[in-house]
């Protein structure tokens, strides 16, 4: 059974930063797309970033250049690392995994998913 477990999250001021992690376990780990996704409350699920089996990354236009996504296979493990962060960033925040189409706005199409960690930024 796929297990993925959030951490990482709290509480930061506006321009400041966060690295959140990700540990999976119950399947082939570096075989599998993999992502990030946040909500916030009163709105849908968006799409943050992604990484392909091969290493390939894609981004939410509006955290370009601002956020980095990584995954130490041996480990077992993805990392979010979230910089300049901003107000209307507050969420929970979620790991995925497993997606035929590894991208951000492929969310519906994650078939696992962890329970989220809750990353505040105050302004």
């Known amino acids: 059974q796929v297990h993925l477990v959030e951490s990482g999250g709290g509480a930061v001021q506006a321009g400041g930063s966060l690295r959140l992690s990700c540990v999976a376990s119950?399947?082939?780990?570096?075989?599998?797309?993999m992502g990030w996704f946040r909500q916030a409350p009163g709105k849908e699920r968006e799409g943050v970033a992604t990484?392909?089996?091969?290493?390939?990354?894609n981004y939410a236009n509006s955290v370009w250049g601002r956020f980095t996504i990584s995954k130490d296979n041996a480990k077992n493990t993805l990392y979010l690392q979230m910089n300049s962060l901003r107000p209307e960033e507050t969420a929970m925040y979620y790991c995925?995994?497993?997606?035929?189409?590894?991208?951000?706005?492929?969310?519906?199409?994650?078939?696992?998913w962890g329970q989220g960690t809750q990353v505040t930024v105050s302004a």
């Open positions: 990484i392909d089996s091969d290493g390939t990354t």
């Open positions: 995925a995994a497993d997606s035929p189409g590894c991208l951000p706005s492929r969310r519906t199409d994650f078939r696992y």
């Open positions: 119950g399947y082939t780990y570096s075989s599998y797309c």
